[in-house]
């Protein structure tokens, strides 16, 4: 019986042996190929300017994508039945793809975010409520430092798709303010002593040209609507000095600002 048996063993090690080898070949061939690849388009997207958490995020996504194929490869060649093992791996990656649906739609959002880059590291933003300097982009989270020392991650998926207010894009910003006076002040000489305080202060532009205008008779007072331009880090430096200022100036030449009042007559009605 063994006799009989042994050339038909050897010819089964022989098929086996030569479809290991081959096998173990095309391994060690197609991880020196995937790591290639890897290699490549990370040089390609290094080139391209893509952001470099974005980059080796999808090159380890992209080298192990290929590692999966390439064992699905080598199993089949040696014989393992791959089509079962191709399913359970199709729905274990629906039920992971489910179960990580908030994090899978802030990935989304992180890839959007690092390609059209709406803000970049440094820069002051507002969104989702939150004002503040980004720290750094992740992959899944945005990291904020706001002005009182606070350290906000904002999930990248809501920020994707919601507003992105960046104050650090352009040079230069415009201050918005509103000074009153009261009815019986003089409206020229308030407006002469808001161009002095204008023209003293050095980091306010005179291009474009400072706007000063009465823009409302309120309740109480009559309002001035002053608008000017200053470089973007002056902002909050102009607009505090602004107000100490004015009140300070308003005060030295006689001029009064209102506050809300109101008249009660009382009446007294006949017993």
């Given at each position: ?213 009465v823009g409302a008779l309120a309740d109480s007072s ?50």
């Amino acid at each position: 019986m063994e006799a009989l048996n042994t050339p038909h063993l050897i010819e089964m090690l022989i098929t086996y042996g030569t479809q290991a080898l081959l096998a173990l070949l095309v391994l060690f061939v197609g991880l020196w190929l995937t790591g290639w690849i890897a290699r490549r388009l990370d040089t390609r997207m290094e080139r391209l300017g893509v952001e470099e958490t974005l980059r080796r995020f999808l090159r380890s996504l992209i080298g192990l994508v290929l590692k999966v194929l390439l064992l699905i490869s080598v199993a089949s060649m040696v014989g393992i039945a791959t089509t079962s093992f191709i399913a359970v791996l199709g729905a274990a990656g629906l039920a992971i793809g489910l179960a990580l649906q908030g994090s899978l739609s802030n990935f989304a959002g992180g890839v959007l975010l690092i390609l059209f880059k709406p803000y970049k590291v440094g820069d002051v933003v507002e969104m989702q409520g939150e004002i503040g300097t980004v720290q750094s982009i992740q992959i899944l989270n945005t990291v904020l430092k706001t002005a009182d020392n606070k350290t906000v991650f904002m999930p990248n998926g809501p920020v994707a798709n919601g507003n992105i207010i960046n104050y650090s894009t352009q040079a230069t910003r415009r201050v918005d303010m509103t000074f009153g006076i009261s009815y019986t002040c003089s409206i020229d000489l308030a407006r002469q002593t808001l161009q002095q305080i204008i023209a003293a202060d050095e980091r306010i532009l005179q291009e474009p040209a400072p706007l000063i205008v009465v823009g409302a008779l309120a309740d109480s007072s009559v309002n001035f609507t002053v608008r000017v331009w200053t470089a973007s880090g002056d902002y909050w430096p102009v607009f505090f000095h602004m107000q100490e200022q004015v009140k300070k100036s308003f005060d030295e030449v006689g001029l009064s600002i209102p506050f809300p009042q109101r008249d009660v007559h009382l009446i007294n009605a006949a017993h």
